[in-house]
């Protein structure tokens, strides 16, 4: 698993109402429990544990499992990197605090701080032969390592390293990439690690060039529920990448809706400021002449095009050089196909053409569903369709059978939600036809890409109104031109689109308009 999975699955549960703190107790006490396992059948007489923790959530780990391991009669000793005022996790201070309090100490606990390479070289002198009674546990760093080592933490990854005790890493062993598994300068050489919920990609990857570097891997269920994994929530959000202050417009993305025809100039407006709600820096509309004039009235924030070739009201195959001029010279970065477009036989050659020669990351939306072949588009990875259960039949028809299809429309009640998740696994069969990721809208939006899944449980019954799945398409667009994945991009897309119309429900009843949804979007990638 991913570091960055893991925290959004920690986060996540959150959502579920179980908190970190509940986590990191249920990580602290498993480690205690592995530590006193390995402890029985290592040694044959009582050892003494030394814990050297960090400045966050691993040391927190450390904490807690120093509480249990006093409880089971070890004498221990905190050995703290980082000072109590400047323990950045609360989760990690609280169980600090918990130590501290614990004062005078009737337990054998001993806790000492760290504050310079001085105060570890002391360690050293002083005490790393006796360590071989000693069990160390490091939890100093773990999924939240960035760059080069400090001085401090170096200094006292080499003084472990080099002592006579059996050493046991939290979750990573500190120095390594908990992504990559590379170890750029120097890491804790464990004898064990005891990781959480899942092993992390680098552990993984480190532990299959080399076992050493890991030693013994042991596993601990914390209590995470599949569910956080599975339901989209709040720390989806986190996959946004950090918008930099000396970012330029443009550098967070660029997108080209292709949109709108004689009925519906609204479409595209609304997933254009969607799009720019969820932080799109400039969104481009290319319409046919009817809409785009209709457009430039509706909203200053977007940049409408007028298409000259062609007729007026609707796309047609005229206007495919004038739409891949834009791309090229705007440098688009996402363009979505479709809200709004009628089904007109011209608009259909323009999309199946627009298909095979855009090579940038692509929503199909609405009617574009309708037009384009899927045979076209079934090997894009970075491609997101956004159909309801009427335009997910249609799209689909070719990969399956008459017979799947039929039971498909047959036992799929719209209405009846609960059953349609009891048909997850024959959606993804289907939509394992294609290589880009689907969002199949409904009371329960699910996203499929692959063998992956993920359920937005986001939204309520306001959002039948028109124009909420226009707002998703352009959310969808928006994201990937921020640089994510299609998967992760349609999974936060359908979040945010549902929360927003939560918001708007708040505000304006049930009888909100999809633009006034639009406003809410903003605000919730605050979070
Ligand atoms: N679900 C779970 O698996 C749980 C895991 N837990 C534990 O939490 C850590 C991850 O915690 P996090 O706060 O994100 O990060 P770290 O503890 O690894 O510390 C980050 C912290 O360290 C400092 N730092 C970063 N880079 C360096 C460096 N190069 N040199 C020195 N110091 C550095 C900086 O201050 C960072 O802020 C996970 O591994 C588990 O152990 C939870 O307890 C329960 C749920
Ligand atoms: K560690």
């Given at each position: 698993m991913d570091p960055i999975d893991m925290m959004v699955a920690d986060i996540n549960c959150e959502d579920l109402g179980l908190s970190k703190l509940c986590l990191m107790e249920n990580a602290g006490k498993c480690l205690s429990d592995e530590v006193a396992t390995i402890s029985t059948f290592t040694f044959s007489k009582p050892v003494k544990i030394a814990i050297f923790t960090g400045s966050s959530e691993n040391g927190g780990d450390g904490f807690v499992a120093a509480r249990h391991l006093l409880n089971r009669g070890f004498e221990v000793e905190v050995y703290m990197l980082t000072p109590p005022n400047d323990i950045k996790s609360i989760d990690a201070q609280i169980n600090y605090d918990i130590l501290n309090n614990?004062?005078?100490?009737?337990?054998?606990l001993n806790i000492m701080e760290l504050n310079d390479s001085k105060d570890v070289e002391k360690i050293d002198i002083a005490n790393s032969k006796s360590f071989s009674e000693y069990i160390i546990i490091d939890g100093?760093?773990?999924?939240?390592l960035r760059g080069k080592l400090k001085e401090k933490v170096r200094k006292t990854i080499e003084i472990i390293n080099n002592s006579n005790a059996l050493k046991i890493a939290i979750d990573?062993?500190?120095?390594?990439?908990?992504?990559?598994?590379?170890?750029s300068d120097i890491a804790i050489k464990p004898e064990y690690t005891v990781t959480f919920h899942r092993v992390k990609t680098g552990v993984k990857k480190a532990n299959n060039s080399d076992e050493k570097l890991i030693g013994g891997l042991v596993i601990c269920d914390?209590?995470?529920?599949i569910e956080a994994e599975l339901f989209v929530g709040?720390?989806?959000?986190?996959?946004l990448n950090y918008r930099k202050n000396?970012?330029?417009?443009g550098n967070n993305g660029k997108i080209l809706i292709v949109g709108g025809s004689k009925d519906y100039h609204g479409a595209p407006a609304i997933a254009g400021i969607s799009a720019i709600s969820s932080g799109a820096d400039l969104v481009y509309i290319a319409s046919p002449k009817s809409v785009s004039l209709a457009l430039k009235q509706k909203s200053l924030d977007l940049i409408v095009k007028t298409?000259?070739?062609?007729?007026e009201d609707y796309f047609s195959l005229d206007n495919l050089d004038e739409i891949l001029n834009i791309i090229d010279t705007a440098k688009i970065d996402a363009v979505l196909l479709?809200?709004?477009?009628?089904?007109n036989d011209g608009t259909g050659k323009l999309f199946n053409t627009l298909a095979k020669k855009i090579d940038l990351p692509l929503v199909v939306d609405a009617d574009a569903l309708k037009l384009i072949d899927p045979i076209l588009i079934?090997?894009?990875?970075?491609l997101i369709l956004t159909p309801h259960l009427n335009e997910f039949k249609s799209f689909f028809k070719k990969f399956i059978n008459e017979n799947e299809y039929l039971n498909l429309i047959n036992d799929s009640?719209?209405?009846n939600h609960d059953k349609l998740n009891n048909k997850i696994a024959e959606f993804q069969k289907i939509t394992n036809n294609i290589n880009g990721t689907v969002i199949l809208k409904g009371k329960y939006d699910l996203v499929f890409n692959k063998n992956k899944l993920r359920i937005n449980k986001t939204g309520n019954?306001?959002?039948?109104?028109?124009?909420t799945g226009d707002s998703l398409a352009g959310l969808s667009a928006s994201l990937l031109s921020q640089g994510l994945n299609s998967y992760a991009a349609a999974a936060l897309a359908v979040y945010l689109n549902g929360k927003a119309g939560d918001l708007a429900k708040e505000s304006?009843?049930?009888?909100?308009s999809a633009s006034q949804l639009s406003e809410f979007i903003g605000i919730l990638m605050e979070d």
């Open positions: 614990m004062s005078p100490h009737i337990s054998r100093i760093l773990g999924t939240g990573v062993p500190s120095g390594m990439d908990p992504l990559t598994g590379e170890i914390i209590g995470i529920p709040t720390g989806d959000l986190l996959r000396s970012s330029h417009k298409l000259n070739e062609g007729n479709g809200p709004g477009v009628g089904q079934k090997n894009k990875e970075n009640d719209e209405n019954s306001g959002m039948t109104v028109g124009g304006y009843g049930n009888g909100f």
